[in-house]
């Protein structure tokens, strides 16, 4: 059974930080980053392969970065410069030959 578990969600003013971890049971061809808020379908944030490609929504290009360590089978995202509107509960997101998701960790910023 994969596993995906998620750290490093909480409370952070406006232009705050924070950074999320997430570790895989096994390795995955691709990792990273959904978010969702309430009555609104679930959005991707970013996402990586395993040889460094990465992918970024555009409301988060410049503020978010998303990094992996292979060898720990673990992605983060450092999220920067954060804005109310990145209030959500933020996924973290593995795929080898099917998806897997985490439980899911609340990100909230206040104003």
């Known amino acids: 059974q994969v596993q995906l578990v998620e750290s490093g969600g909480g409370l952070v003013q406006a232009g705050g930080s924070l950074r999320l971890s997430c570790g895989a049971s096994e390795s995955m061809n691709l990792m990273g980053w959904y978010r969702q808020t309430p009555g609104k379908q679930r959005e991707l944030v970013a996402g990586?392969?395993?040889?460094?490609?990465?992918n970024y929504a555009g409301f988060v290009k410049g503020r978010f970065t998303i990094s992996r360590d292979n060898a720990k089978n673990t992605v983060y995202l450092q999220m920067s410069s954060l804005k109310p509107e990145d209030t959500a509960v933020y996924y973290c997101?593995?795929?080898?030959?099917?998806?897997?998701w985490g439980q899911g960790t609340q990100v909230t910023v206040s104003s």
């Open positions: 990586m392969t395993e040889a460094g490609n990465t």
């Open positions: 997101w593995g795929v080898k030959l099917r998806a897997y």
